[in-house]
């Protein structure tokens, strides 16, 4: 049954009291503190139950089946999530798409997509990245041309994650090639299991099946299915960039990763080194520090105002910080760092898994060097060339 709470007029403490309880006996232990990312089989329970409860999508406004949680709050929610090791669930729909159609989606997009998201019906991937277009987003070829009433696309999309989870992706597609490379984009939500639609699956340096390939061979899909103006996506690319972009920044797995370095410094007996409580106290300043950040830039979300290019001082804090805390994981950790299962089976002390998962995020989403370029030009004004 939907909780009809009212969060926001709650005390921090009886809210983090509230959601403690409510991961603690509702999340399975089995799922706890996975090595990996888990698939949709494995999480779908949990996520119906998030969206049962109206949880599944703390941000969006109460009116659409959304929490309506404030920065804080959402926080506050993140951690205890965290805390017990719950796993993220298929969050493509709940964190990037739909924020974005109740910005730039039609009434009907709105009518259609949103509850099928809440449902778990529509399990959503992203399509930005092809071969050629990574950090240079604009550059994309996968191809929309309209016959009819009817969008027909061609080409090819990469480093789609879990994508082979999902029954719906959205896209960036070009539909027209005479003007400026932002100038013709659109944006398109497409049905992964229509024909034409053929995948292929990435491993990761971990071994898993967390990425894939996707193509597209005259596809169609309706001409109705086209977000905001034709030609009109890199308005909306952008906004979801700088969406993704501040949840990409999010505390989350800097503070799950601290917490795996205190068990590990812990059982292996230098928790109360000097020198190490030095470089652990240094690295939690930190992510407190990142922690008010990310509030800043959730708040300026909620409040409707549009994020600008400074957002990527967030993911690069974040990124690097994630990095440094498992490196020293690793370091602390020692020979067993090289284990794939923990001692006694305790997959929250497993080292290389936080150090494998750590090393790509300063890459996806935007490179290191690509958002250091960008608040160069951007924000500082800095000449270029």
Known sequence: ???VTDYNALSDADFRAMVRAFVETEYPDIRRYALSRLHWDEVKPWYLKLSERGWLCPTWPVEHGGM????????IMIEEFERFGAARVNDIGPVMLGPLLLKYGSEAQKAHFLPKILSGEHIWAQGYSEPGAGSDLAAVRCEAVLDGDEWVINGQKTWTTLGMDANWIFILARTDKT????????FLLVPMEAKGVTQRPILNLDLEEE??????????VPADHIVGEVNGGWTAAKALLGHERVFIGAPRLSASAMARLERI???VGVWDDPVFRDRFVALQCDVADLSDLFETYVDKLRGGQEIGADVAMLK???SELYQRISELAMEVAGEEAGLRHAPAGDRRNHAAAVYLSARPTTIFGGS???MR????KAVLGLPTG
């Open 316 to 318: 690069i804090f974040q």
């Open 373 to 376: 370029s960008m608040l160069a």
């Open 368 to 370: 290191t060097e690509g």
């Open 211 to 220: 990425f894939c390939e996707v193509f597209f061979d005259d596809m169609r």
């Open 265 to 267: 410094a812990r059982r």
């Open 1 to 3: 049954m939907k909780d």
């Open 179 to 186: 003007v400026k490379k932002q100038a013709g984009i659109s």
């Open 68 to 75: 309506g949680l404030t920065a804080g709050k959402h926080l």
